[in-house]
């Protein structure tokens, strides 16, 4: 599975973007897709997951509110929609895929396929 993020760019404080994570295969929809996120000199983070199906998803508290994750099967397709950002959700935003349940949604080190990762940079 390969998959390429795009959405990402340079926005103020209070402004919004959708990224989006494009995935090759017919797999996808069987996957688990998380979205992490690095800023420099901090440790990837954990920020959203959307189960295979859609039905259930995940965000870490300090985006909830104002990130929403979803998925377009058929589109092979996952988002994130940010909208309220802040300077601190500055970072490269990585989506991933994950066939090892539920449970380990939040960890990375459990997701078998990565992107190449997107810029988000919010000025205050």
């Known amino acids: 599975v390969q998959l390429v993020e795009s959405g990402g760019g340079l926005v103020q404080a209070g402004g919004s973007l959708r990224l989006s994570c494009a995935a090759s295969?017919?797999?996808?929809?069987?996957?688990?897709m998380g979205w992490f996120r690095q800023a420099p000199g901090k440790e990837r983070e954990f920020v959203a997951a959307?189960?295979?199906?859609?039905?259930?998803?995940d965000l870490t508290d300090s985006v909830k509110g104002r990130f929403t994750i979803s998925r377009a099967n058929a589109k092979n397709t996952v988002y994130l929609q940010m909208n309220s950002l802040k300077p601190e959700d500055t970072a490269i935003y990585y989506c991933?895929?994950?066939?090892?349940?539920?449970?380990?949604?939040?960890?990375?080190?459990?997701?078998?396929?990565w992107g190449q990762g997107t810029q988000v940079t919010v000025s205050s």
């Open positions: 959307i189960s295979w199906n859609g039905i259930s998803t």
């Open positions: 295969g017919s797999t996808f929809s069987s996957y688990d």
């Open positions: 991933a895929a994950n066939t090892r349940g539920w449970s380990t949604r939040r960890r990375g080190a459990e997701y078998d396929y």
